[in-house]
């Protein structure tokens, strides 16, 4: 596989995921963001997932991630 040089492939892939999920109802926040990292968490019926998104760097790929918290597992958060 050959990367290509795509400027804001993760960000349009993370804003695509999230247009979803707030279209099904989830609620959507800003869990942190900086100058390299950006992260969105959603909430439905007890789910949580994050997306993380990098920004675009000369020379670096790009990545995204999907962290999925099932309603039974403990987060520590209740």
Known sequence: MTPA???NAAKD???????H????GWT????????ERT???FRKDGWYTDIAWYATVAGKAEA????????ETVRGDH
């Open 5 to 7: 040089p795509v400027a």
């Open 13 to 19: 892939a993370a804003a695509a995921i999230a247009a």
């Open 21 to 24: 999920l707030t279209a099904d």
């Open 28 to 35: 959507e926040k800003l869990v942190r963001s900086d100058d």
């Open 39 to 41: 992260v969105g968490g």
């Open 64 to 71: 995204l991630d999907l962290a999925i918290v099932s309603p």
